[in-house]
Every structure is written in C-alpha cells, then in structure tokens.
C-alpha cells in the first residue's frame, strides 16, 4: 500500500510561464516546487502526494499546478480552486479538470445564510451549483469552511451524497480574524480551547461519504511537535470517522522548517498510539488511495 | 422541601434519572418562557458574531449569564419540585455549577452524540434538563441510557446514528418537563427533524467538594440569596 501524504502545496516564482497571486503567505519571490516535496518524499518514502491549488483562482493561475500533475502523472494529483463569483463555475471546473489529474475543488465558503435558524433552501446556496457539477463530473469537494458556514455543511452533503468530501485540516473551521502567520512565516490559527466542531463538522461523521485529513497541527496546537494536546481531538475523529475515513497530510511547505517533513511522518504514531500496523497504514495512504482513486505508480 | 419517595431513590440508584412531569407550571412557566424568548432574540446577534469568530458554534446558543439577566432563573436553581430530590442524592451539600440557557437549531443531525459528562472519580454530578417549548419525539429530546451511571456498566462508545446506541431512552415531554439525571451516565440530545428550536434550561450541580466553586462566581446575584440555605447553594459568603 502506498504513503500518501493527502494535502501540500507547491508553487514557484511568480513568472509569465507560471503566474499567481503574490501574498503575504506567498511572496513573489518565494518558490516551493515539486521537485523539492518530491526530494522530501523520496528521503521518508512518501509515494505520492494531493498538490492543493494556492495563488489563485483563475485558469492561468492553475499554470503550475497542472504543470506538475502533468510531469509527475503517477506521483500526484491535484486540487483545483473555482472563483464563488463565477457566471459559469462547470465550465471552469471542467477546463480545470478534463484530463490534468486534477479531481477535485476547495472551497473556503459555503455561501448560504450566516444563521442556522434562517437556513432555507440549499439551492439558493451560493455553492449550490459547484455542488451540482462535483456530483455530475464524480469531482472531490476539499473542504476548509469558516466557522460561520459550519451549519450549512449538512444541508449540502444530505443533498449531494454521491459527492466524496474531504474536509481539511482536522475538520477544524477558522473564525474571522483568527488567522495569523507566525515567525516562521506558517499559519496560525487562534482557536477556542474546547473544540467547538464537536458540534458541526464533527457530525458529518454521519455521512459516509466525508473523509477527514489529519494535517494542520502545527497551525492550532500552541504545543511543539508532536502536538500532545490534540491527541483528543485525533481519538475523537477516529471514533466518529473510524479508520477508513481518515487521512494523514502534512500540509507542506509550511512544516519543512518546524517540525520537518521526516517528523510529520510520524505524527499519526504519536498522537494515536494505540492503531495497528494496517490501520496505520490506512491512515498514511491506504484511505486516500481508495478514496482518492490514486493511480498506481509505474 | 419536598424529598423523593423511595421509589424515586430506587430509580435514582438504580436507573440514574428522575423525570418531573409539570415540574414548571402556570403561570410561571408562562412567564418563563416570555422571559426566555426575550433574552434569546436580544443574545442572539452576540452569538453569531462569536460564530463568525470562531468563539461560539453554529448550532445552538446560550443566553449568557443568565442569572443575571432575570430572577426567573434563580428561581428555577432551587424549585421545589426537583429540589428535595437533589439535596438527598447529595447528602444535603448541593452547589451549583452553572445554568445553561440553551436553543437548539434544528438540522439534520444533532448537535452533539453520545457522550458521559464526567468520569467515575468525579463527584456526583447532576444535570437538570428543563423544557421551555413543548418536545415532542424527533424534535431533540433528550437521550440517555439508563444504568450507565454505573461503574460497571459499558463499555460504551459514540455511535455514528443516535439511534443506534443500545438500550438508550428518550425523553419526550411538554414544556415545563424537567429531566434529573446522573452526568456520568451517557446521554445526548437526539435529532430534531422539525422545525421547531428546542428551548431548554440545563441546570448543572455537583455535590460539594471544597473550593469548587468560589465565592466570586455568583457574587451578581447575591442580592437574591438572603437565605442561608441559598447562599450555601450559590457557594456565596455567609
């Protein structure tokens, strides 16, 4: 069974070849490519990896995104972002996705009405229609809502449930505000100390077509590795989720200069010690194979 | 103080919850729940900032300090119909840990599993459970699993569907229901396939153990504890 580590981005200079969006997270001059996760993978036996887009939503924004997909057909596939705004967002998911690896689009909103006991009808969702085409087109929905948009999850799942969901980063929902980037130039996310996705994303372990990654760590623990104290929220998932319904991810670049990428490999042991070895494997690459119809390596 | 007949201990001891029909009633409980609707319309734009924020989840919301906000809530603290009934499971050293206010969305699924509020090692924790609206079944009544207070009871683990928890019961009532139950058994709210919001009061208790609870935390409401039974209750200063 192959390790596949289901959630990293990479990106190079900004460049005619490969233009993005220049950010404080991404700044015109910083390069994160490829080759340099692949260096990575080859040094800790990682097979293959999801390449997530970051730099923006356009077509030509996915430039380098579907460069690599198309150098590395077998190492990697690739997630797709798609503007809420668009006139016609099935064109631009199929442009994005017909025949480049890439099988899915990651939303940051849900688009529907901020107060649960105003939640009417799920069609009127912004979403609705990218919804619509992931069931038509079998594409991935990559998850990593705000916290306002929690309560709108269901509504969307209980209506498309032939859609495969994934939500990011421990299930976890960032509150306006609460991201930061810190000295090390990685993303903080400031959270309440009872996990309140007890109470949202923590239900959908209802719907057997949500996955979970466990990745993000780094990013919500104000512990160093190997984050001790989400341990509960790791043995929470694995309840709610059970096995077959998490996987691992690193979230690289972010974590290449704490903890290490080598680390990461081993955050699944030490957070949940207690997991067989092929339960182990499950988790580290035999769900999102599976899950992910991850193509076999040549 | 009206104390609980032997039936009801024995269903205490053995079952690990009391169910107080009409517990609120009359004019009270009509008061109550002008008083409740009130404070939950005027909290309610607070709340979703702090959902916006990360602060608060999106599926229901506490009216904040409630004690504070009107006596009808102090009052329910020490009411007479449940009130004997917790002073004998705690040896007559009752505190109060805290109120809940609360309003339930409804949504596909409830907001909350299976799960036991505390350990075995924790003293005695109680919970009451108080309707404001009516609940009928499949509008997030309370669930619990009788016995599984009981050391030796279990193991138990969350199931994915409420309904699939063995041996569990739920507890449908009209407004003004009250539910006493022992925290360490398991419990939830079931789903609400309605429309309706479940409005409900949890009061949370705890027999005394020292320093608990301090004698800031309800300081606010001193004016309305001049006795001192009351007082004892709220951990006030005599």
Redesign the interface.
């Known amino acids: 069974m192959p390790s596949i580590d289901a959630h990293v981005h990479v990106f190079t200079k900004v460049s005619p070849e490969f233009p993005r969006e220049i950010t404080s997270i991404c700044p015109a001059e910083r390069e994160e490519p490829a080759e340099k996760l692949l260096d990575e993978m080859e040094k800790h036996q990682i097979d293959q990896a999801v390449l997530v887009q970051i730099g923006g939503t356009s077509i030509e924004h996915h430039s380098y995104l579907l460069h690599c997909l198309k150098s590395y057909p077998d190492r990697f596939l690739g997630i797709g972002l798609v503007p809420l705004d668009h006139p016609q967002p099935a064109e631009h998911m199929a442009e994005l996705a017909d025949g480049t690896g890439i099988i899915g689009f990651r939303l940051f909103e849900l688009g529907g009405p901020?107060?649960?006991?105003a939640t009417t009808d799920v069609r009127e969702f912004k979403t609705y229609p990218i919804w619509e085409c992931a069931a038509e087109k079998d594409y991935v929905l990559w998850l990593y809502p705000?916290?306002?948009d929690?309560?709108l999850l269901?509504?969307l799942v209980?209506a498309f449930p032939q859609v495969r969901v994934v939500l990011n980063h421990l299930g976890m929902?960032?509150?306006?505000?609460?991201f930061t980037l810190d000295e090390l130039g990685r993303p903080q996310i400031?959270?309440?100390g009872y996990n309140?996705?007890?109470?949202?994303t923590?239900?959908?372990?209802?719907f057997e077509n949500v996955t979970v990654h466990l990745s993000g760590q780094y990013a919500f623990s104000r512990e160093t590795y190997p984050y001790k104290n989400l341990a509960g929220w790791h043995g929470n998932l694995l309840?709610?989720f059970g096995i077959k319904r998490l996987m691992w991810a690193t979230d690289f670049p972010w974590i290449l200069e704490e903890p290490g990428y080598g680390e990461l490999t081993t955050i699944i042991e030490k957070l949940l010690p207690n997991l067989s070895e092929s339960e182990l494997v499950d988790i580290m690459g035999g769900n999102a194979k599976r899950f992910l119809r991850f193509p076999n390596r040549t | 103080m009206i104390r609980p007949t032997s039936e009801q201990k024995t269903q205490w001891e053995q079952e690990g919850y009391l169910v107080f029909e009409n517990a609120i009633q009359g004019d009270q409980l009509k008061r109550l729940q002008s008083v409740f609707d009130y404070w939950a319309a005027e909290c309610k734009e607070e709340w979703l900032d702090k959902v916006e924020g990360g602060e608060a989840a999106a599926t229901f919301y506490d009216i904040p300090s409630p004690l504070e906000k009107d006596p009808i809530f102090i009052d329910l603290i020490d009411h007479p119909s449940y009130y004997g009934a917790l002073m004998e499971f705690t040896d007559d050293d009752l505190i109060l840990l805290g109120p809940q206010v609360r309003t339930v969305a409804p949504w596909p699924v409830s907001y909350t599993g299976w799960h036991p509020d505390v350990g075995q090692s924790n003293p005695l924790h109680i919970k009451v459970q108080i309707y404001v609206n009516d609940v009928p079944t499949g509008s997030g009544e309370f669930g619990f699993v009788p016995r599984s207070h009981k050391p030796n009871s279990g193991p138990y683990k969350r199931p994915l569907l409420q309904e699939s928890m063995p041996g569990y019961k739920t507890f449908p009532g009209k407004a003004g229901t009250a539910i006493m139950f022992n925290s360490c058994g398991w419990h939830t709210s079931m789903d609400n396939a309605s429309d309706v919001p479940r409005k409900s009061i949890i009061l949370i208790y705890e027999k005394r153990t020292p320093g608990r609870i301090g004698p800031e935390q309800f300081a606010a409401i001193s004016e309305y504890c001049t006795t001192p039974e009351r007082r004892k209750l709220f951990s006030l200063a005599d």
């Open positions: 901020r107060d649960i006991f705000r916290s306002i929690a309560h269901p509504y209980q929902t960032p509150g306006k505000g609460k400031q959270v309440s309140l996705n007890m109470h949202t923590y239900r959908m372990a209802r309840n709610d």
